[in-house]
């Protein structure tokens, strides 16, 4: 007689319990690290902001519904939608990847991990509108940064042993991992304050080196691409610090 299968919840698994912990209790530091993050941030939306040329794109882009406005939504650079954070990570995440101009991480798996800006930049306005619509401080570059590292670290380490594509996953997969990780993370109480709830433990997925293991320009951005699309994103930087 065949044995019925337990209904018992298994134990997570010890790298979904490692990535929570990294997320929720590290804290960067290095001066590298966030300075490489803000220099993707502005490529990224550089690339972003010259994808809007292209109809092709532009026409995957808005809300479901024409002509819905999500009162303080998030916003799309470049364009006049505020839409819900799910709808604005895809629109935003659209722009940033069409061109395939934005950084690269070569490992065992491959990637372009600025495409998590899709979802921290769409998180991270939606929250920032949120908090002034109730008389509370916005978020600020350096917040969407350090979710940068986060990101590109927890995409870069998972990419260095695994190779996805070789059992037939797409490499995006590591993107809807990173981003879920540091979406879900509360933002106000860790990464505006730069405080964890609780002492830093010292995790497992990687030590913060003066290379940051999932940051990592690609060959596009170190052409003359990057002075055009850094003059383009440098208005909407400076704008958003306000």
Same mark, same amino acid.
């Given at each position: 007689m065949?044995?019925?299968? &337990?209904?018992a +919840?298994?134990?997570t698994?010890k790298v979904l319990?490692?990535?929570?912990?990294?997320?929720?209790?590290?804290?960067?530091k290095?001066?590298?690290?966030?300075?490489? #993050? +803000?220099l993707?941030?502005?490529?990224?939306?550089?690339?972003g902001?010259?994808?809007l040329?292209?109809p #092709?794109?532009?026409?995957?882009?808005?809300p $479901?519904?024409?002509?819905?406005?999500v009162?303080?939504?998030a916003r799309?650079?470049?364009?006049?939608f505020?839409?819900?954070?799910v709808m604005?990570?895809?629109? $935003?995440?659209?722009? $940033? +990847?069409w061109?395939?101009?934005?950084?690269?991480?070569?490992?065992?798996?491959?990637?372009?991990? &600025?495409?998590?800006?899709?979802?921290i930049l #769409?998180?991270?306005?939606?929250?920032?509108?949120?908090?002034?619509?109730?008389?509370?401080?916005s978020?600020?570059v350096r917040?969407v940064?350090t979710a940068?590292?986060?990101a590109?670290?927890?995409?870069?380490v998972?990419?260095?042993?695994?190779s996805?594509?070789?059992v037939?996953?797409d490499?995006?997969?590591?993107?809807?991992v990173?981003?879920?990780a540091?979406s879900?993370?509360p933002?106000?109480?860790?990464?505006?304050?730069?405080?964890?709830?609780?002492?830093?433990?010292?995790?497992?997925?990687?030590s913060?080196?003066p290379?940051?293991s999932?940051i990592q320009?690609?060959?596009?951005?170190?052409?003359?691409r990057w002075r055009?699309?850094? +003059?383009r994103?440098?208005? #909407?930087l400076?704008?958003?610090?306000?």
């Open positions: 065949p044995s019925r299968a &337990s209904n +919840r298994p134990a698994d319990l490692q990535i929570a912990e990294y997320v929720d209790r590290y804290v960067p290095s001066k590298l690290a966030l300075e490489t #993050a +803000r993707a941030l502005i490529d990224s939306l550089g690339c902001f010259e994808a040329a292209y #092709a794109c532009t026409k995957l882009m808005g $479901i519904v024409a002509g819905t406005t009162p303080n939504g799309v650079p470049g364009t006049q505020q839409l819900d954070p604005a990570a895809f629109n $935003i995440g659209c722009m $940033i +990847r061109l395939d101009f934005n950084d690269t991480w070569l490992a065992a798996e491959w990637g372009h991990p &600025s495409d998590n800006l899709g979802g #769409a998180v991270a306005d939606y929250l920032s509108r949120q908090a002034v619509a109730s008389g509370e401080p978020l600020t917040d940064t940068m590292v986060k590109h670290e927890i995409q870069g998972l990419a260095l042993d695994n996805f594509n070789r037939g996953l490499h995006v997969l590591l993107v809807r990173a981003s879920t540091v879900m993370v933002w106000p109480d860790i990464m505006t304050t730069g405080m964890p709830s609780w002492p830093v433990a010292a995790h497992s997925l990687s913060e080196m290379s940051v999932g320009m690609s060959s596009s951005t170190r052409s003359g055009s699309r850094s +003059r994103a440098s208005p #909407a400076s704008a958003s610090r306000t």
